[in-house]
């Protein structure tokens, strides 16, 4: 069984830092993209970020030029830096592993970790 478990989130004043981590762990063999979505109250969930298995990324407008996503493959950890924080970036937090192939026995699929709060506040 694989598990995504989020790390980092907090309560940050506006123009701020966080970093947040996503840790998965279970029998991995490879993980394709790692994405970091958000759902503020009352909004549908919306992709920030993904990093693919060779390192390429992509953004979400509001995530441009303020946000970095990075993975360490070797620990099976993705992570979202997050600078210039709005009151707008207020939201849970939750990562996204696609394409997880396992071993012992062979599977293959996808998972989401619990989620974690990002508060911006003065």
């Known amino acids: 069984q694989v598990q995504l478990v989020e790390s980092g989130g907090g309560l940050v004043q506006p123009g701020g830092s966080l970093r947040l981590s996503c840790a998965a762990s279970g029998r991995i063999r490879s993980i394709d993209d790692m994405n970091w979505y958000r759902q503020a109250p009352g909004k549908q969930r919306e992709l920030v970020a993904c990093?693919?298995?060779?390192?390429?990324?992509t953004y979400a407008g509001s995530a441009k030029d303020r946000f970095t996503i990075s993975r360490d493959n070797a620990k099976n950890t993705a992570y979202l830096q997050m600078n210039a924080l709005k009151p707008e970036d207020t939201a849970v937090y939750y990562c996204?592993?696609?394409?997880?192939?396992?071993?012992?026995?062979?599977?293959?699929?996808?998972?989401w970790g619990q989620g974690t709060q990002v508060t911006v506040s003065s």
């Open positions: 996204n592993a696609e394409n997880v192939i396992t071993f012992g026995p062979f599977r293959r699929g996808d998972y």
């Open positions: 990093i693919t298995s060779s390192g390429s990324t």
